[in-house]
Structure formats: C-alpha cells, structure tokens
Nanobody
Framework: QVQLVESGGGLVQPGGSLRLSCAAS????????MGWYRQAPGKQRDLVAT???????NYADSVKGRFTISRDNAKNTVYLQMNSLKPEDTAVYYC????????WGKGTLVTVSS
C-alpha cells in the first residue's frame, strides 16, 4: 500500500522551531522527488520545499533561510526543519510525491502563536 505519513506538528511560539517528518512506503520513496506543501485556513495549498532523489532542494521565497528540507533514504523519510517560525507559517503541512498519480499524506497541523 502506498502511504505518506506526516508527524511533528504542534503549537509553537513565534521564533521557535519544529521538525516535521514524512515516512513513506519504500516503493514510492526510492529515488523520487519529495515535497512539502502547506495550506492555511481559507487559502490554497502552496509549495514549501522540494528535494530531488539526488538531494537537490528548492524553497518558496517565504521560507528561504528559515526552513531546510532533507531526506534519509535508509529510513524512507523526508524532513522539514522549520526555524524562526512566524504566525504566517500556521497551516496544515502536507507531504507529497508523484508515483503514477499525485500522492499526499493526511497532513500535520503547525500553529505558530504566542
């Protein structure tokens, strides 16, 4: 069964940090590009960061210098390290890959608030 399972969300104060994880079924992880997207209430789902099978990364301008995407191929897991969090980073964060069709996890909620 093809699955993406996110974890690591929660409530954090502005300026704080969180690390999100996305565990993927082995058959859909190996060598594939992976991405993180986010959707704030009432807004569209937007790209946050991507990482290729070879480790090349790409970031939305709004998170450059604050977020880092990485992958551990031995664990079939992709991470999103989020530092210097701002209230506008509040959203449900989704893991994504493409394997025959678009694959999405169920999301993990990140709330940045004092």
């Amino acid at each position: 069964q093809v699955q993406l399972v996110e974890s690591g969300g929660g409530l954090v104060q502005p300026g704080g940090s969180l690390r999100l994880s996305c565990a993927a079924s082995g058959s859909i992880f190996s060598g594939r590009a992976m991405g993180w997207y986010r959707q704030a209430p009432g807004k569209q789902r937007d790209l946050v960061a991507t990482i290729s099978g070879g480790g090349s990364t790409n970031y939305a301008d709004s998170v450059k210098g604050r977020f880092t995407i990485s992958r551990d191929n031995a664990k079939n897991t992709v991470y999103l390290q989020m530092n210097s969090l701002k209230p506008e980073d509040t959203a449900v964060y989704y893991c994504h890959t493409y394997y025959l069709v678009d694959r999405w996890g169920k999301g993990t909620l990140v709330t940045v608030s004092s």
